[in-house]
């Protein structure tokens, strides 16, 4: 069973980047797809990325296309969000979740394995 951390949220100005990471202490990440998902205050948790687990494939929320990359390094049992050109409207908490052999799902009921999470602020 994965047991997921992510790290690299922050406080960051509207145009800019950062990269979440969230990496798997159990020993079996190679057989997980993986998801981002995301939470803002008062807001229902939503879709943002997912990569399957052989990463061939892989799906985005229609307001991060084009901005968001999700990527996985096996070798390191990590899953990566780069976020490009943030907007504060991508102001939340980050989760990153796993589905054993899963396709690329954008449904969070689909996920068995949840993050703790991370803050990301982006300010205007």
């Known amino acids: 069973q994965v047991r997921l951390v992510e790290s690299g949220g922050g406080l960051v100005q509207a145009g800019g980047s950062l990269r979440l990471s969230c990496t798997d202490s159990g020993r079996t990440f190679s057989s997980y797809a993986m998801g981002w998902f995301r939470q803002a205050r008062g807001k229902e948790r939503g879709f943002v990325a997912a990569?399957?687990?052989?990463?061939?494939?892989?799906s985005y929320g229609d307001s991060v296309k084009g901005r968001f990359t999700i990527s996985r390094d096996n070798a390191k049992n990590t899953v990566y969000l780069q976020m490009n050109t943030l907007k504060p409207d991508d102001t939340a908490v980050y989760y990153c979740?796993?589905?054993?052999?899963?396709?690329?799902?954008?449904?969070?009921?689909?996920?068995?394995?949840w993050g703790q999470g991370t803050q990301v602020t982006v300010s205007s």
């Open positions: 979740a796993g589905r054993y052999y899963g396709d690329a799902s954008s449904s969070p009921t689909h996920y068995t394995t």
């Open positions: 990569i399957n687990w052989r990463g061939d494939s892989t």
